[in-house]
């Protein structure tokens, strides 16, 4: 096993929390069902119901704060293996 750190603010954690115990879930379960449910779809599990416009400009923003504090991957399998996850 490894583990993933995931930075996210405050109000959106404890939102996710929230709905997450309504139906079973802690967050650390949610994210494992997510990850498989990734590699099961080749992609993400549902489609952003917000503008491809406003999601590039929040994968951009979080892409360059990767390259600031972590490591680049270039496959899944490197991100797998990879213990600083």
């Known amino acids: 096993m490894t583990t993933v750190n995931v930075r996210i603010d405050e109000k959106t954690k404890a939102r996710a929390t929230k709905v997450l115990s309504h139906i079973g879930l802690d967050m650390s379960s949610a994210v494992k069902v997510f990850l498989s449910?990734?590699?099961?779809?080749?992609?993400?599990?549902?489609?952003?119901?917000?503008?491809?416009?406003?999601?590039?400009?929040?994968?951009?923003?979080?892409?360059?704060?990767?390259?600031?504090?972590?490591?680049?991957?270039?496959?899944?399998?490197?991100?797998?293996?990879?213990?600083?996850?």
């Open 37 to 85: 449910q990734v590699i099961i779809e080749g992609g993400l599990p549902f489609k952003p119901k917000r503008s491809s416009k406003e999601i590039r400009a929040q994968w951009d923003k979080d892409i360059e704060e990767a390259v600031k504090t972590r490591n680049i991957f270039t496959s899944v399998d490197d991100i797998l293996n990879d213990q600083t996850v």
